[in-house]
């Protein structure tokens, strides 16, 4: 069952860029490519490190810890030494606001 939680205006995330937000104790990171959003846990399944502090490039979060990336699309890892996948949520935008789905992944 989905339930969208609405996190952040829309224009309140810069292109390139992500921001952090805690939903019902969980911490997600909502960023933006391409003029999409997508929207992960900022927690790195390396070693926890706050992913949402990493750079972006272009669609990876690389982990400002130890140099792992996922792709923000879907959560694969695309570089070492992570290699388990990160929690990734649907996003949609209504109304000028961005939700987020933390049901699913
Ligand atoms: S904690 Fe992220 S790469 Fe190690």
Do not use: N
Not at 16 to 33: E, L, N, Y
């Amino acid at each position: 069952m989905s339930h969208y939680v609405a996190v952040a205006d829309a224009d309140a995330i810069a292109e390139g860029s992500s921001k952090v937000f805690t939903i019902d104790d969980i911490r997600v990171a909502v960023c933006r490519v391409e003029g999409e959003y997508y929207a992960f846990e900022d927690v790195c399944t390396h070693d926890d490190a706050p992913l949402g502090e990493g750079r972006l490039l272009g669609f990876e979060i690389e982990c400002p810890r130890h140099g792992a990336r996922f792709d923000v699309r879907d959560g694969h890892v695309t570089r070492m030494p992570a290699v388990a996948p990160l929690p990734t949520f649907p996003v949609k935008v209504e109304g000028g606001r961005i939700l987020v789905d933390l049901e699913e992944d």
